[in-house]
């Protein structure tokens, strides 16, 4: 029970990686959940899904200040502290050379991944009052480069230094700040990105990538969940600053 009596804020809360990672802080003791997703519908579903009278929903967009705010406010109305903040909520984009890569598109992953991550802690770090810890999602696209995908690796090189920024003004509040690094997740994502490598033919696609991986498969949403409990938990309470890879060995 290593995060007993905790509170968390978990960002695309009702995607794989959120909802295995909220039933994973409940099963470690947590105290209250709130769920941070685009749409409605998902978030009773993941809530269904968790059945728990401990877990609360908010439909936001996390690349807008004004519902960033919104749900940090109400995550603090409806469980008092704020004591976990999981920053995982991220878009794909899609799979072009740079030269025909759509400007809407670009911005639109910028202002997900990378500013959604700056909001959540400029509204988040005021309410973690005893301090606590903040997780980003980030991904191995954040460690080294993928062809055609611009958007979404430069989202991902771009949230370590907001993790790292993060890290040092956090530390005299008692705020860790980490970031992770999965590798091929098997997941939505990765059926989209599949998809969009070789329209049609996603599956020799996924088993391309899994034959560059020394573990031999995908990460599992649940492999996610279990590295971010513990830099949620005090078991890690001198780790910060850090950049946690978890892909079988990928970038090896």
């Known amino acids: 029970m290593t995060l007993k009596g905790k509170t968390a804020i978990i960002t695309g809360g009702s995607g794989g990686i959120g909802l295995a990672t909220a039933k994973t802080f409940l099963e470690q003791g947590a105290a209250s959940i709130m769920l941070v997703d685009l ?26 200040a004004s519902q960033v705010e919104a749900y940090t406010k109400a995550a603090v109305e409806k469980m008092g502290s704020i004591d976990i903040l999981f920053l995982n909520a991220g878009i794909e984009g899609v799979v072009k050379p740079l030269t025909e890569y759509p400007e809407e598109i670009f911005d639109k992953v910028i202002a997900v991944n990378v500013k959604g991550v700056w909001l959540g802690m400029k509204y988040g ?36 230094g907001a993790m790292k920024v993060g890290a040092l003004e956090g530390a005299p509040l008692k705020i860790r700040v980490n970031s992770v690094h999965p590798s091929p997740v098997d997941n939505r994502m990765m059926r989209s990105l599949e998809d969009g490598f070789a329209p049609g033919a996603g599956a020799e696609v996924k088993k391309s990538f899994e034959q560059m991986i020394p573990l031999g498969r ?35």
């Not at 980003?136 to 611009?150: D, H, K, L, R």
């Open 218 to 252: 995908y990460a599992d949403n649940q492999d996610i969940a279990d590295l971010v409990a513990f830099l949620a938990s005090d078991q890690s309470k001198f780790i910060t600053g850090a950049t946690y890879v978890i892909d079988g060995g990928f970038t090896t």
């Open 39 to 64: 749409r409605e519908d998902d978030l009773k579903a993941a809530k269904q899904t968790l059945n728990s009278d401990s877990v609360y929903t908010f439909a936001a967009d996390v690349s807008q």
């Open 125 to 160: 770090f005021p309410e973690m009052k005893n301090g606590g810890a903040v997780i980003i999602t980030s991904s191995v696209a954040g460690m080294v480069g993928t062809a055609q995908m611009m958007a979404y690796t430069t989202s991902k090189h771009a949230t370590i």
